[in-house]
């Protein structure tokens, strides 16, 4: 190790054990970003003057059953995700490991495919503006974002590029180059970054008045943030073509920055058209 790496600090992957029973940071990292963001749902909807004239689109109790929407979208959507977007050939070969998510390999836009699937079949069910729906769940994304990348540095998965920086960590099983902490970037980013931008937009902007447009910043901001930090983590698996650096977690973040895009200029667009029709009522 050289004078200016930092040693990894090496954390049981296994927070309690109990018998047979093994508890796992990464189960309990992923249990946190639920439960907190299911907390802070029912925040937002208890606060009448963010919502459009003054009306939550539901109850503070129906998020009971939103989280259990959301929990299946995203481990399912998750995993799926990580299996086919990243690993495919290797789980073709072994395919029992898929079901071993206790070893971590949990992919976002899998994972938000999946809580996209689940929050249109909570909306459909209960007669509730989807935009809206989703306006809650991309503004609480950003606490399990955090959760679930410093499970990622619990378990040294997801890990950098080799770097010469004073931050570098030689990670256990990668070999003895010091390497980016590229998780680490992304908890600070795509977890706390964001989530304040988005807490700024819904609290002090009033953005739940416009539907869709914190969907949209959100989706904006995840693909910009992740596209920067995958320049950090070049990992010869997770390249779409052998010896360049566009990665996949890129590729796949581009139709997040193209949607949010149009989502943020559909919420804009029609905010300005109801101001316009109250004006000239």
Known sequence: MGPLEIPFPAIDPIALQIGPIAIRWYGLAYAAGLILGWLYIRQMLQRAELW???KPPMRADDVDELLIWV???????????H????QSEYYYAYPLEVFAIWK??????????????????????????????????????????????????INAEVVGSPTDMPWGMIFPGWGEEARHPAMLYEAALEGIV????????????????????????????????????????????????????????????????????????????????????????
């Open 52 to 54: 459009p004239g003054n």
């Open 71 to 81: 929990t299946a979208g995203v481990i399912i959507g998750g995993r799926l995700g």
């Open 194 to 281: 964001l989530f304040l931008i988005l807490r700024y937009l819904v609290f002090s902007r009033l953005a739940m008045k416009s539907p869709g447009l914190t969907t949209g910043t959100f989706l904006v901001g995840y693909a910009v943030f992740r596209i920067f930090c995958e320049l950090f983590k070049v990992i010869d698996y997770r390249l779409v073509f052998e010896g360049y650096w566009l990665t996949k977690g890129m590729l796949y973040s581009v139709p997040m920055l193209i949607l949010g895009i149009w989502a943020i200029h559909r919420a804009r667009s029609r905010a300005a058209k109801a101001a316009e029709e109250r004006t000239t009522a």
């Open 83 to 86: 299996v086919l977007f990243y």
């Open 104 to 153: 971590g390999g949990m992919a976002f836009h899998g994972g938000l495919i999946g809580t996209a699937v689940a929050m249109y079949g909570f909306a459909r069910r209960f007669g509730i503006c989807i935009w809206s729906v989703s306006d809650l769940v991309s503004a609480a994304v950003p606490i399990g974002l955090f959760f679930g990348r410093m499970a990622n540095f």
